[in-house]
């Protein structure tokens, strides 16, 4: 069976072709990608009505090279996937009305799929592909949580931000550290030749007790650090300022996920979106779940970010686990809201 995925949920255009077959896990035959990144750079930050625009120039012209990439012809596409939401609903309505028309002229079944869920199973992609069940770490530039996954479609929801997401602390800081946009890879970058240890940041609710995060403190404990260092700080400061910070996000975020691996007595941890990408979170991470005698696994760096790849990937496992809603009617809608806990 193959699957024709559509990602179109913020500022990348992803289409991607899986196919699966019984018994074995899914694998992505070709998938393309458009980042939007340029286009948004001189307003710093994404622009919702460019954002449809642009999806609307790129998708028919990626799904094509996907095809042809594939060896594949529109009449051997079994099922065809696309975000529902969350997202920008501008967005999503592009690459849900792309695949529902598409599906429709195919006489092939549709599929909507939740954003997050794409990400949460995109390891699966990985050739060192997690087992259930496993302890999932979602961090993007919108979102911060942490999930018990149990099987396909069985997630628990153990603790998430009460404000700011760790991308948005990455790329708020970013922002005022004079860094542009996107925030969070040039912060990264930066803070590879600065000092972690040269400003004693906050690290909001690490001793809370519970599983949640916020970071809209340290945002403040930033900009606060930056005047300080006056009007024209030095090259160094400013990379000490990015280290630190980067330290900040990331000693949060691998304390709350071990913590979180203790107490759920599994032996595996998933880590899923742009923020997975993250050098540094992942040595530390690595080493964190070792001391425990437990692995980490993540997605393809090039599958870190929005793509369609995850969203076909997780219509094909839904698919195979006989959890797939699928439609024919013509009919769709998105959900720009949609909490990850409302799936089954």
Not at 78 to 104: E, H, N, Q, S
Not at 285 to 298: F, I, K
Request: hydrophobic share 45%; net charge neutral.
């Amino acid at each position: 069976m193959k699957v024709l995925g559509f990602e179109s949920s913020c500022d990348e255009t992803g289409v991607a072709l899986v196919e699966a077959r019984p018994g074995h896990t899914p694998s992505l035959l070709a998938d393309a990608l458009h980042s939007q990144v340029a286009m948004h750079e001189a307003y710093g930050g994404v622009v919702p009505e460019l954002a449809s625009r642009d999806h609307i120039r790129r998708v028919l012209p990626l799904a094509r090279q996907v095809l042809a990439q594939a060896g594949c012809s529109l009449a051997e596409v079994d099922v065809v996937a696309y975000t529902r939401g969350p997202g920008l609903a501008g967005a999503l309505l592009v690459g849900a009305g792309v695949a529902v028309a598409l599906g429709a002229a195919l006489g092939k079944p549709t599929l909507g799929i939740h954003h997050l869920e794409g990400h949460l199973l995109s390891p699966f992609l990985a050739p060192d592909a997690p087992e259930f069940p496993f302890i999932a770490l979602l961090v993007s530039g919108g979102h911060t949580q942490l999930m018990q996954v149990d099987a396909v479609g069985s997630y628990t929801l153990l603790g998430e931000t009460i404000d700011d997401a760790a991308g948005e602390a990455f790329d708020k800081s970013a922002k005022l550290l004079g860094l542009g946009y996107p925030g969070g890879p040039a912060l990264a970058r930066l803070a590879a030749q600065g000092d972690p240890k040269a400003f004693a940041l906050p690290r909001p609710l690490l001793h809370s007790g519970n599983l949640d995060f916020s970071f809209a403190g340290l945002k403040t404990a930033v900009m606060t650090a930056h005047r300080k260092l006056g009007e024209a700080p030095s090259p160094r400061q400013i990379a000490d300022l990015a280290a630190s910070t980067q330290a900040a996000i990331v000693d949060v975020l691998v304390t709350k996920t071990l913590r979180a691996l203790k107490d759920s007595g599994t032996r595996r941890v998933v880590v899923a979106g742009g923020v997975g990408a993250n050098l540094q979170l992942r040595a530390a991470l690595d080493a964190g779940a070792a001391r425990l005698g437990a692995r980490v696994h993540y997605p393809p760096l090039h599958l870190c970010t929005d793509n369609g790849a995850m969203i076909a990937l997780a219509a094909a496992l839904r698919l195979q686990h006989g959890l797939a809603d699928l439609r024919q009617d013509g009919a769709f809608d998105v959900r720009p809201r949609w909490p990850l806990a409302d799936i089954s």
